[in-house]
């Protein structure tokens, strides 16, 4: 294994700070400009930063599979460089198991804060940082006991059998192949088995049943990781993400025909075509920064991708928008009244860089 296979490459922490950017700020600043620019365009993008109520396709639900997908990228070089120096499986083992308790915890406090100690009813269980940290674990046991193509046939595996449990399983009330918002599968059994609070009321898109799809994602990028990691060419590495993305994203479209692409039940085809989303996309990003060395422009995204965790909490338990209220209001006064959430937003966001600016001057990275 050369050195170079080990280094860190600038590429996916750049995606990783792209990814989570539209968390930080950047999707609430371009949703808040739509109707204001008088211009289509700026509004075509604000229209792609809000969730499809069910089935349907939009930027906005690209956000959370990309992280996973890069999640699993990260593993695999990681992963791959304790078993280089020697390190026990069962030491990393417990590394990727006690990453996921920690996140599961940290999930369940981010839902529910201020957290209801007496009232465990409310309690939301499902959670972003939760799917990540049990997509990890999954995945990083796949990785070091199953080969690349094994781990594929994991992949068909789970994606044919959430395919057959949500047609032919029949649900009380409604029979079997119900994909509606009420009569579906996930949420039959979330409000069965999964105790707490679900965010959807009927079901919670981050329970139980949909976790075993989203992991896949996780698994897909650790194979996008284990070809970045070969000794092929830089452009060859390139080739075979594009390739494989273009054929994950046409494998999604086709199964959409009759499993809808849908970010809610997190649908097979969903899974496929987002993950071939992240094929593509990275390959983009690798090829641009780490192959043809475009680097100058990438320092923005890079401050954010080194501290996602901080990001991610950080909005949640900071009110950057009343920082920069505070600071702006003076500034933006004499505009338009419609102007002024547009100017708190972009502050906000300045806010949350500078902060992120700050830990990465320091050397101070946050991980699990």
């Not at 296979?5 to 950017?21: E, V």
């Not at 088995?193 to 799809?213: A, K, M, S, W």
């Not at 002024?340 to 906000?348: P, Q």
Request: one cysteine or more; charged letters at 15%.
């Amino acid at each position: 294994m050369s050195e170079k296979r080990n280094a860190r490459l600038l590429s996916l922490d750049t995606l990783r700070g792209f990814d989570m950017l539209f968390i930080a700020g950047g999707g609430t600043f371009i949703t808040l400009l739509r109707g204001k620019t008088e211009m289509p365009w700026v509004d075509a993008m604000a229209n792609q930063l809000e969730h499809v109520p069910w089935n349907g396709f939009v930027f906005y639900d690209f956000i959370f599979p990309l992280f996973l997908f890069i999640t699993g990228v990260s593993l695999t070089f990681s992963l791959s460089k304790g078993v280089s120096v020697g390190v026990p499986k069962k030491v990393l083992y417990k590394k990727v198991f006690w990453r996921m308790v920690i996140l599961i915890l940290l999930g369940i406090l981010y839902k529910n804060s201020p957290f209801p100690f007496f009232e465990p009813s409310k309690i939301r269980m499902g959670s972003v940082l939760g799917r990540i940290g049990i997509a990890s674990f999954i995945t990083g046991l796949l990785y070091l006991n199953f080969s690349l193509v094994k781990r594929v046939y994991w992949i068909a595996g789970i994606l044919l059998s959430y395919y057959a449990l949500l047609f032919l399983v029949p649900v009380p009330g409604y029979g079997s192949g119900d994909l509606s918002f009420e009569g579906n599968l996930v949420g039959w059994f979330d409000r069965t088995f999964l105790p707490g609070r679900l965010h959807q009321v009927t079901y919670d898109e981050l329970g139980i049943l949909t976790t075993f799809p989203a992991i896949c994602i996780s698994i897909f990028g650790s194979i996008a990781g284990e070809i970045l990691r070969s000794k092929s060419t830089e452009n060859k590495k390139t080739i075979t993400l594009v390739v494989i993305g273009i054929l994950c994203v046409a494998i999604g479209l086709l199964w959409n025909l009759h499993f809808p692409i849908n970010k809610r039940l997190w649908s097979s085809s969903f899974i496929v075509f987002t993950s071939g989303l992240g094929f593509l996309t990275l390959a983009v990003f690798y090829w641009i920064i780490d192959v043809k060395g475009y680097q100058k422009w990438t320092f923005f995204f890079k401050v954010i991708g080194l501290n996602s965790l901080v990001i991610y909490f950080a909005y949640r338990f900071i009110s950057f928008s009343h920082t920069s209220e505070k600071l702006l209001a003076g500034l933006y006064a004499p505009l338009a009244e419609k102007w002024h959430e547009v100017v708190v937003a972009l502050g906000a966001l300045v806010l949350v860089w500078l902060l992120l600016f700050i830990l990465y001057k320091k050397k101070i990275f946050i991980k699990v």
